[in-house]
T-cell receptor, first 115, second 109 residues
Framework: ETGVTQTPRHLVMGMTNKKSLKCEQH?????MYWYKQSAKKPLELMFV???????ENNSVPSRFSPECPNSSHLFLHLHTLQPEDSALYLC??????????????FGPGTRLTVL | QKEVEQNSGPLSVPEGAIASLNCTYS??????FFWYRQYSGKSPELIMS????GDKEDGRFTAQLNKASQYVSLLIRDSQPSDSATYLC?????????FGKGTSLLVTP
């Protein structure tokens, strides 16, 4: 499919649980992103990492915690989520963040349901 | 607020016709523009990128950019039922892409 993989593909969790989403890119890219996609809303950028450094945190609640140990791996740690956090969480990567290097390629997503 | 606006549709076209999808953006500093296709239950798939004013063609797809009017469009020639999907327009802004809500396209046999 694409060079970006995400696990798990589906996740159901209670509000008191702690879970992590994993993303891996095999494209040799330097930038990675987390997005949230809810019904009837545009894709919402959550976090941007460029060369493992977080360059953007789009006012995301602290119950979402990203981690980028290297340019190929990205995690999203989840704790004490709310039902309104139920959505499709998408990971993407791009060669970089500058002009003509910012084509983003998406993974298949994790469908998260918070009970 | 940096926004990308798209008509949500649905846009219905008969098989074989040209589908025309439009998008406007508010950030005059945007320099990169993208069209993604998203099938129901799937993730967005990049189909076109455009960086300069004018037209860019790739197979049945043509992207058009007019920076003065802050307008991007996507033409799909010889539309097929398999083209039925939601098409997302995106414009870069700093480190991020701003996405529109998408236009739903339905190609009827």
């Amino acid at each position: 499919e694409t060079g970006v993989t995400q696990t798990p593909r589906h996740l159901v969790m209670g509000m008191t649980n702690k879970k992590s989403l994993k993303c891996e890119q095999h494209l040799g890219h330097n930038a990675m992103y987390w997005y949230k996609q809810s019904a009837k809303k545009p894709l919402e950028l959550m976090f941007v990492y460029n060369f493992k450094e977080q360059t953007e945190n789009n006012s995301v609640p602290s119950r979402f915690s990203p981690e980028c140990p290297n340019s190929s791996h990205l995690f999203l740690h989840l704790h004490t989520l709310q039902p309104e956090d139920s959505a499709l969480y998408l990971c993407a990567s791009s060669p970089g963040v500058g002009l003509a290097r910012d084509e983003q390629f998406f993974g298949p997503g994790t469908r998260l349901t918070v009970l | 607020q940096k926004e990308v606006e798209q008509n949500s549709g649905p846009l219905s076209v008969p098989e074989g016709a040209i589908a025309s999808l439009n998008c406007t953006y508010s950030d005059r500093g945007s320099q990169s523009f993208f069209w993604y296709r998203q099938y129901s239950g799937k993730s967005p798939e990049l189909i076109m990128s455009i960086y300069s004013n004018g037209d860019k063609e790739d197979g049945r797809f043509t992207a058009q950019l007019n920076k003065a009017s802050q307008y991007v469009s996507l033409l799909i020639r010889d539309s097929q039922p398999s083209d039925s999907a939601t098409y997302l327009c995106a414009a870069n802004s700093g480190y991020a892409l701003n996405f529109g809500k998408g236009t739903s396209l339905l190609v009827t046999p």
